[in-house]
């Protein structure tokens, strides 16, 4: 049965803007993204919105709902609670263009600061052979949508703004995906302590909670790479292996 639901949008774009109450019936198993889409047809014909697939896999229509960093089209209804408004606004971390979307180009920007994949030679035979282990390890990485929902919360971009030393978590994982696979050669550690400041993490996890995916970003990628940074750049014994080989 369809019930009334006020739903408090922010409107504006760079030069500032506000929240709007809008009210509207929603039923059974509508989502987040069905009641804007609804507004949007209804009520409010010039809400800008981002989205494409409306099935959480093309990250397009990220979000923060009452306050947290969700994608629209997997957020169900009643998962909220409907008795109060339910608060929709662009994510905070990136600059707004207008309404709900903002702009997330400087993530593009960044990837490609990213020492790109470079196979080691091939087998006599022309192929290359990998364990299963080392296949499976980088799957993970792999489902991310590049919604830039863990870029959005994590507090060293949010808060501190720091875009021009940081890539933030979902190009960590991209790194980690590239380093981790078996057939690649490139070393990246100076540059992702340098260039890309992974020291500025300080695992808190929250880009984790946030990803749609499940990937377990802080664990699985940025642990691992603060690990391999520590290694090559700061373990006394390599220090001294690195010495005796200049040396000689």
Known sequence: MATQTTFRIWRGDSTGGRFED?????????????????????????????WNCKAGKCGSCSAEINGNPRLMCM?????????????IEPMRTFPPIRDL??????????????????????????????????AERVQEFRKCIECFLCQDVCHVLREHHMFDQFVGPRH??????????????????????????????????????VCPEGITITDNAIIPLK??????????????????????
């Open 227 to 248: 690990e391999r940074v520590v290694d090559q750049l700061y373990d006394p014994v390599v220090k001294v292996f690195r010495m005796i080989r200049r040396r000689d």
């Open 75 to 87: 957020t169900r209804l009643n998962q909220l609670n409907l008795a109060q408004p339910v608060t």
């Open 101 to 134: 979307v903002t702009d997330v180009s400087w993530n593009y920007r960044a990837k490609k600061s990213i020492r790109q994949f470079t196979p080691r030679p091939p087998a006599a035979d022309g192929a290359w052979r990998v364990n299963q282990v080392e």
């Open 22 to 50: 809008y009210n509207t019936s929603v039923s059974e198993g509508m989502v987040v993204l069905d009641a804007v889409h609804q507004i949007q047809a209804q009520q409010a014909h010039d809400l800008a919105v981002r």
């Open 172 to 209: 960590l994982v991209y790194a980690a995906a590239l380093e981790m696979n078996p057939i690649d050669k490139e070393r990246r550690e100076g540059e992702l302590s340098r260039e890309h400041g992974i020291g500025f993490c300080n695992i808190t996890k929250c880009c984790t909670k």
